[in-house]
Nanobody
């Protein structure tokens, strides 16, 4: 059972930056895929970013490409989502997820964190 704890959310003005952290109870290298998703009430969950923890592949959604990056720290068993040039439309509850599937597809993720709120004001 993988436990994930997100942190780093908060309120920021448009154009600002935040870094979300996702600490895993298991070695992230053994998990294979870790990702960040977001969901706003009334909207479908959106995949934001994903990383293959064994190296060589990351995915960034078109809606955040050029502004968000995903990175990992194996020593800390932590994955980060660096969010720059934030926009009001980035306001959402952000979830970390982990999975040992074969891709960054949502169905690959079997473990989810509780979420951390990001609010961007104009």
């Amino acid at each position: 059972q993988v436990q994930l704890v997100e942190s780093g959310g908060g309120s920021v003005q448009a154009g600002g930056s935040l870094r979300l952290s996702c600490a895993s109870s298991e070695y992230i290298y053994s998990i294979k895929y870790m990702g960040w998703f977001r969901q706003t009430p009334g909207k479908e969950r959106e995949a934001v970013a994903c990383i293959y923890t064994r190296g060589g592949f990351t995915y960034i959604a078109d809606s955040v490409k050029g502004r968000f990056t995903i990175a990992q720290d194996n020593a800390k068993n932590t994955v980060y989502l660096q969010m720059n040039s934030l926009k009001p439309e980035d306001t959402s509850l952000y979830y970390c997820a982990a999975g040992s599937g074969s891709s960054c597809a949502t169905e690959s993720f079997g473990y989810w964190g509780q979420g951390t709120q990001v609010t961007v004001s104009s």
